[in-house]
């Protein structure tokens, strides 16, 4: 044990050197020096210097309950007992699907470890229930070639000037005129008609990031879906960040979308990682033909932590009938502190924070002044993790159960502080 904290002090002193970090992990900044984080306890993170920080991040999501949740924690570790991968499935693999897709009778899932490897699988069975190779997308929906290549910074506002800019074009394969991997940018039926149009004969599959239907209307989407059908390509709601997130399913069905195919991940165990691809019978029956799963698909540490996070989101807390209702109560309670911080300080204008399909999840919104300007808004997550407040920008914030336990009097406080030194670091104005 010493050792190792030995060993992890030495290496942060080396600022991370071994590490092949992200974009995203460079984030989350104090003193100018990227963290490195030690542990996490409900909805507070610490640092290796033993700074705590509030976490809306949420490790982008999957942290739902809380970080090392007593319950969680103690029905896992005896859940063990059973042992961690069978030579096939497990009973704990068949009850956890029997009871997700209880209210989805025709339905079967595919286990994977990320949202990614879902929806890979999803291209490939659409392709082969169509032959056709073409995607149209509309999100961010994982990180392989075919996902992110030439994409938009879907998360940034429609409107925001550095959404159109087109990134990762370098090093993609499975990208090209016979399999062309098209962006529905605008979300307007029209510039979808014309994608489908154009490209006739060539697509397979559309792929929405549910998240984006906060920009849209449930009637636009199952409109967008009939097209798609109609032109032959098969649908799927990625509903990585919003399934198990906004309630036990995602948007699509919620909205008795009709997708042909849907994708769940993040929120699903709490931070454990586990993906699962849904679809019908006939759909997924292609499965094993197509070669759809890998040595970690039936491990089963993921299954015990999905089956004791969807059973204890499952019940009433507070005044709410379920966690999913809950979170949608905190999140909403944390985006009016800030806005209401945004407020005393004079900055309302530039920046506040508004909940996002029901509260589980807040964004950051910025007025003009702010939105293109890269510097004010990497400045302004500084200036709140200086406070001990991690969240997201031009990316929506998620928070946890645990987050119900937040002292909104001393958020609001640090909140001020933060808006306020940034405001004046950056000199924040209007023309
Ligand atoms: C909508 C959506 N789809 C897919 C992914 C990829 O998930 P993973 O990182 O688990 O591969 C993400 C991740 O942020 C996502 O938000």
């Known amino acids: 044990m010493d050792y190792f904290y030995n060993y992890l002090t030495m290496e942060s002193a080396l600022n991370l050197d071994r590490i092949a970090h992200s974009k995203i992990t460079k984030k989350f900044r104090t003193d100018n020096k990227q963290l490195l984080f030690s542990r996490g306890k409900d909805g507070t993170v610490w640092d290796d210097l033993g700074r705590p920080y509030l976490d809306f991040v949420m490790g982008y999501g999957p942290v739902i309950i809380g970080h090392a949740n007593i319950e969680y924690n103690e029905r896992i570790c005896s859940l063990l007992a059973n042992g961690m991968m069978m030579p096939g499935y497990s009973e704990f693999h068949e009850k956890y699907l029997g009871h997700l897709l209880r209210d989805r009778p025709g339905d079967r899932g595919a286990f994977f470890k990320t949202a990614s490897e879902a929806v890979t699988a999803a291209f490939r069975l659409a392709a082969m229930e169509n032959g056709r190779l073409g995607i149209i997308r509309a999100g961010y929906v994982g990180w392989h070639d075919s996902q992110v290549a030439n994409s938009l910074k879907w998360h940034e506002p429609q409107n925001s000037p550095l959404r159109e800019q087109l990134r990762y074009t370098q090093a993609m394969r499975g990208v090209g005129p016979d399999e062309p991997i098209l962006n529905w940018v605008d979300l307007q039926l029209e510039s979808l008609e014309t994608l489908l149009e154009e490209n006739a004969g060539r697509l397979g599959c559309f792929v929405f990031d549910a998240y984006l239907a906060d920009r849209t209307s449930p009637t636009i989407l199952a409109e967008a879906l009939a097209m798609c059908r109609k032109a032959g390509l098969l649908t799927v709601f990625d509903e990585t960040k919003t399934g198990g997130r906004i309630s036990p399913l995602g948007y699509a069905h919620d909205n008795a979308l009709g997708a042909d195919m849907i994708v769940l991940g993040k929120a699903l165990a709490n931070g454990a990682p586990i993906s699962v691809l849904v679809g019908n019978r006939e759909l997924m029956a292609h499965a094993e033909q197509a070669r759809l799963s890998g040595t970690f698909s039936k491990e089963m540490v993921t299954v015990y932590a999905a089956t004791v996070t969807a059973d204890i989101l499952e019940r009433p807390i507070g005044a709410s009938a379920d966690g999913w209702q809950e979170l949608g109560t905190i999140g909403t309670a944390i985006a009016a502190t800030i806005t209401e911080a ?84 950056c000199e924040v104005h209007h023309d």
């Open 342 to 425: 945004a407020t005393r300080v004079g900055v309302a204008d530039f920046v506040r924070a508004e909940p996002v399909l029901g509260g589980s999840m807040f964004e950051l919104v910025y007025g003009d002044h702010v939105l293109g300007n890269k510097k004010w808004r990497s400045e302004l997550l500084q200036a709140f993790s200086a406070e001990g407040i991690l969240l997201l920008e031009g990316h929506p914030s998620f928070v946890c159960l645990a987050h119900r336990e937040i002292d909104h009097e001393d958020l609001t406080q640090r909140a001020v502080r933060a808006l306020r030194s940034w405001a004046l670091e």
